[in-house]
């Protein structure tokens, strides 16, 4: 389970308090190229997310040659939170990230690498940042320590 530490009595507490047990609408965004090594683990981990948010993961894929678009395909069939975008002819992160985004139906997004570069813990750290500041968006680097624009 993601939230075994201390992060998930915390974020039951934060869900009771915020959203009066209400889980918000969230779509994680998860470009790939050749990720198949990753992907499987990225989304069940993703996946265990479905405890505190509804939950809509949108894979878009720019034309893996290592079966990446055959596994997400497989998995989507399976379950319904997961969706795939092959994208035949069109490369490249932030088209990919943007034609996620068109195609998202959530409240949040959340945009995630899939290279294992990103914790899945900070999805949870970013909303709970965005709703009590009522913020318009967060953005999260590994580079900048407690960083805020103002």
Do not use: W
């Given at each position: 389970?993601l939230?075994?530490?201390?992060?998930?009595?915390?974020?039951l507490?934060?869900i009771?308090?915020?959203?009066?047990?209400?889980k918000i609408?969230?779509?994680?965004?998860l470009p790939t190229?050749?990720?198949?090594?990753?992907i499987?683990p990225?989304?069940?981990?993703?996946?265990?997310l479905?405890e505190?948010?509804?939950?809509?993961l949108?894979v878009?894929d720019?034309s893996s040659?290592?079966?990446t678009s055959s596994?997400?395909?497989d998995?989507?069939k399976?379950?319904r939170?997961?969706?795939?975008?092959n994208?035949?002819?069109r490369?490249?992160?932030?088209?990919a990230?943007k034609?996620?985004?068109?195609?998202a139906?959530?409240?949040v997004f959340?945009i995630m690498?899939t290279?294992?570069?990103?914790?899945?813990?900070?999805i949870?750290?970013?909303?709970?940042k965005?709703?009590?500041e009522?913020?318009?968006f967060?953005i999260g680097?590994r580079?900048?320590d407690?960083?805020?624009?103002?």
């Amino acid at each position: 389970m993601l939230y075994n530490r201390c992060y998930k009595y915390e974020c039951l507490l934060f869900i009771d308090s915020i959203y009066k047990k209400m889980k918000i609408n969230l779509s994680v965004i998860l470009p790939t190229f050749n990720e198949r090594k990753n992907i499987l683990p990225l989304l069940n981990q993703l996946l265990d997310l479905s405890e505190l948010y509804e939950i809509e993961l949108i894979v878009i894929d720019d034309s893996s040659i290592d079966g990446t678009s055959s596994l997400v395909r497989d998995l989507a069939k399976k379950d319904r939170r997961i969706r795939l975008i092959n994208r035949l002819g069109r490369a490249g992160l932030s088209s990919a990230i943007k034609e996620g985004c068109l195609c998202a139906t959530g409240e949040v997004f959340a945009i995630m690498d899939t290279d294992g570069q990103h914790e899945v813990s900070s999805i949870f750290l970013g909303i709970k940042k965005l709703i009590e500041e009522e913020l318009d968006f967060v953005i999260g680097s590994r580079f900048l320590d407690k960083s805020a624009i103002k």
